[in-house]
């Protein structure tokens, strides 16, 4: 082999080399992959949607509750919308809470020789009679007497509720006036006793059949009756009034049981009127035969 030939391989060889170490060094280059950084997520932080305040209808005024100061209802909750007073109030309380309540009055202070059934002290020593109504339910009408006006919850949470008081009247307490005569030597003790007021007679409760109740929907915030749910004394008239356009029906029982024969209106016409007596106490579930998600009740004391 010439010089020449031997000159050419050796650079032949030499080249190849050179292109082998050019692809070793690219072969691992694309096996280590590209250097990429991981984004940076910023997490949004959703402000708080603040709690909706139900708005205050014109005429209510609205109480929130308190820890009950009475002895052993230290874990009830308790708003006072009549403060006790020696006077004695009455009237119809008109009530929408937060959630279900109960209805209480209080007499007093009584004497130690009175013995109700149910009492209510706030120190152990005044001691006042309890009336204590539970209708199970957050609105609704009650007719009231006593010398103190509260709504109350057997829970430790507080709770709101609006209110306006019809017919509101304050009398005085009974009181005896003791008066020295002398007559004939003698001490004669006179008693003054005022006329004790008449009862009042009978009420006539209001309740609206309102405007759309023909289609479903009034029956989610229990708005198919205007109040739905009402306390009265026995005795009492409730007279359904029906602002609609549609006819409807004011049955006593349930649209599962069915009618109670209690009571039934049959149809009542648009700007008809319907009014039932209760003369005996006990709870009166109704409904409308014609549209049967339309329920009310009522509490006869």
């Known amino acids: 082999m010439t010089s020449m030939d031997k000159a050419g391989m050796a650079m032949a060889i ?8 050019i692809a070793a060094t690219m072969g691992a280059t694309q096996d280590a992959g590209p250097t990429v950084s991981a ?24 109480a929130t509750s308190d820890t009950d100061p009475g002895v052993g209802h230290e874990t009830h909750q308790l708003a006072v919308l009549l403060a006790p007073s020696d006077k004695v109030y009455s009237g119809t309380l008109i009530y929408d809470a ?46 009231f007497s006593g010398n103190a006006l509260a709504v109350h919850t057997m829970k430790t949470t507080e709770f709101t509720v609006d209110y306006k008081i019809l017919d509101l009247t304050e009398t005085e307490a009974m009181i005896v006036e003791e008066e020295t005569v002398e007559l004939s030597e003698e ?43 009402i306390t009265i004394n026995a005795g009492d008239t409730v007279e359904w009034i029906n602002v609609d356009t549609a006819a409807h029906t004011v049955t006593g029982g349930s649209p599962a049981d069915g009618p109670s024969g209690i009571f ?8 008809a009127v319907y009014a039932f007596t209760f003369n005996d106490s006990g709870n009166y579930d109704y409904f409308c035969m014609v549209h049967p998600w339309m329920v009310g009740s009522i509490s006869v004391n």
């Open 14 to 21: 030499a080249i190849t080399a050179i292109f082998l170490g």
């Open 39 to 62: 984004p940076t997520v910023t997490k949004t932080v959703e402000p708080e949607m603040e709690e909706k305040v139900k708005p205050l209808k014109s005429g209510y005024e609205r």
């Open 98 to 143: 937060s959630e279900n309540i109960q209805l209480v009055t209080l007499r007093g202070p009584i004497g130690a020789d009175e013995k109700p059934a149910k009492t209510w002290t706030p120190d152990g020593d005044t001691i006042f009679e309890l009336t204590f109504v539970d209708p199970k339910n957050a609105k609704g009408e009650w007719a």
């Open 187 to 229: 001490i004669v003790m006179e008693e003054t006793i005022p006329a004790m007021e008449e009862p009042a007679g009978p009420t006539t409760h209001t309740v609206d059949i309102p405007t759309g109740t023909s289609v479903p929907g009034c029956e989610e915030s229990n708005a198919c009756y205007l109040p739905a749910d």
């Open 264 to 271: 039934d209106s049959s149809l009542v016409m648009a700007d």
